[in-house]
């Protein structure tokens, strides 16, 4: 069974910097994209930063610019650099990843990370 273990949540004040990681384990065939996921309380979860086993990466335009994801494609891991953080960022964040063991894809989820950005 994979799991996923997010790490780095925390507070922080306006304009401040975070990093969360995210480490897996157990037994994955074969990754197709790893990343990020938030939520915010009563709202969906909605897509931060993704970034497949070529590098390409895809960003929620609320972040572009001032979050950077980046993937460890030989220890499975995927990091997410936040800068300039604002109120808005507050969120549980979640690490996700897609395996894909032809024809089939199964998505895990971590159990989430608060970040809290003061104003």
């Known amino acids: 069974q994979v799991q996923l273990v997010e790490s780095g949540g925390g507070l922080v004040q306006t304009g401040g910097s975070l990093r969360l990681s995210c480490t897996s384990s157990?037994?994955?065939?074969?990754?197709?994209?790893m990343g990020w996921y938030r939520r915010v309380p009563g709202k969906q979860r909605e897509l931060v930063a993704t970034a497949d086993s070529t590098g390409t990466t895809n960003y929620a335009d609320s972040v572009k610019g001032r979050f950077t994801i980046s993937r460890d494609n030989a220890k499975n891991t995927v990091s997410l650099q936040m800068n300039s953080l604002k109120p808005d960022d507050t969120a549980v964040y979640y690490c996700?990843?897609?395996?894909?063991?032809?024809?089939?894809?199964?998505?895990?989820w971590g159990k989430g990370t608060l970040v809290t950005v003061s104003s």
């Open positions: 996700h990843l897609r395996e894909v063991k032809w024809p089939d894809t199964r998505a895990y």
């Open positions: 157990g037994t994955i065939f074969k990754i197709e994209t």
